[in-house]
């Protein structure tokens, strides 16, 4: 009896760690949606995209003025999702909304 309860003891002590573990590791590569008002033609998606691809962690980065997104994807210990909205924002449009979705590796 003893040796069963010291067992399920060791069990669920590993799955507390493994929890952990999962929260703390942010993921590889994140990928962020914004939703930009102000874009126009090509030029200014144009911009936004050439604007995002400079940032360092930023690995690759698309903007549609039509649908009014642009989104990037990029390495989350790098780079923020709060900073790349920054980055938009500076050249004068307005970032109304970001949906950011994490992969591992
Ligand atoms: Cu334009």
């Known amino acids: ?4 309860t010291s067992m399920t003891m060791v ?3 590993a799955g507390l760690l493994m929890g952990t573990a999962a929260c703390d590791q942010k993921a590889d590569q994140s990928r ?3 939703t930009v008002e102000g874009m126009h ?3 200014c998606s144009t911009s936004i995209v050439t604007t995002l691809v400079k940032v360092n962690g930023v690995e690759e980065a698309a903007a549609d003025h039509e649908k009014g997104t642009a989104e990037a994807t990029y390495r989350p ?4 999702a709060d900073t790349l909205r920054a980055e938009i924002e500076k050249l004068g449009y307005t970032v109304l909304g ?5 992969f591992d590796g």
Do not use: G, Q, S
């Not at 009896?1 to 069963?4: G, K, P």
């Not at 970001?98 to 994490?102: G, I, L």
């Open 11 to 13: 069990l669920l002590m």
């Open 1 to 4: 009896m003893r040796h069963v």
């Open 77 to 80: 210990r790098t780079v923020e």
């Open 41 to 43: 033609c090509d030029a």
């Open 32 to 34: 962020t949606i914004f």
């Open 98 to 102: 970001m949906e950011t979705e994490a």
